[in-house]
């Protein structure tokens, strides 16, 4: 078991560093590509900060609190584009009929499909989160320890497997779908901009959409709440390594049922 995952393990890394190469013959594109992302982001940072600036605290969350809410977000969304990316392509891929060359391969269909493309906007994604987190750690009264430490990492690789099998699923659907297009995994990205604030300043509806129809508060809200030590987080702190296993369960079932539908669409 253990030598057969480090051979996909293995071979995950080769087909990344084909799509790097791949990628690295467009040197002004790539150049391009990661000055709109950081303004993009610097944008986005800068509404937050308009904001709070004039609303000291919502729902007692203030500004610094509210960043490590966009950084759990924001590492969660560079990890599909980087390591991911072919997430967003399935219905391309279909379309398309690249799934064919894919079939004949002794290698699973998912880890060639996830490994189909790669997007260095991700990178930098990861490298922006991963910098405002630290800003707002630095503004935060967190009592760290080695435990809280892991407890960090655990959250956000926890934050990451919901993200992918959210888009993951979202794509899939495109096996049931007629035409070349899927806007179900954008539906989910959108939804997702609203994940940035405290789960609290929404009414009960969105609340339950958010923990029970698409777990956007398992991302960021509860990891960062708990950190944070903020009250009634415990509960969905625990819950949520099943919420990941049972998105792990539905990714691989929408697989196999996709696949079994699946019809190449010729010439």
Known sequence: MLKRWLRYLSLYWKFQKQNIKSLAEYKA????????TGFSQLCTLAVLGILYSNIPQIQGWNLWEILWLYSFLLFSEGCINFFFQGTWKIAQMINAAEL??????????GLQ????????????????ASAVFLLGVSHCSVSWSPGKVLL????????CILRVCMIWLA???SFWMEGGKNNLNFFLISIGEMAKYPLTIYPTL??????YL???????YYPAGYLLGKEGMTAGVLLTPLVCLLLL?????????GLARYESSGN
């Open 29 to 36: 594109d790539f150049v391009m590509l990661l000055f709109f």
């Open 100 to 109: 064919d060359r894919f079939l004949v391969r002794p290698v699973p269909m």
């Open 113 to 128: 499909m996830v490994t189909a493309r790669i997007d260095f906007d991700g990178l930098h994604k990861m490298l922006i």
């Open 152 to 159: 960090l990492l655990v959250f956000f690789l926890e934050s």
């Open 171 to 173: 794509s899939c659907a």
């Open 206 to 211: 969105l609340k339950n959409v958010f923990a």
């Open 214 to 220: 698409i777990p956007y508060a398992f991302v960021s």
């Open 249 to 257: 369960l539905l990714s691989k079932a929408a697989l196999t049922r």
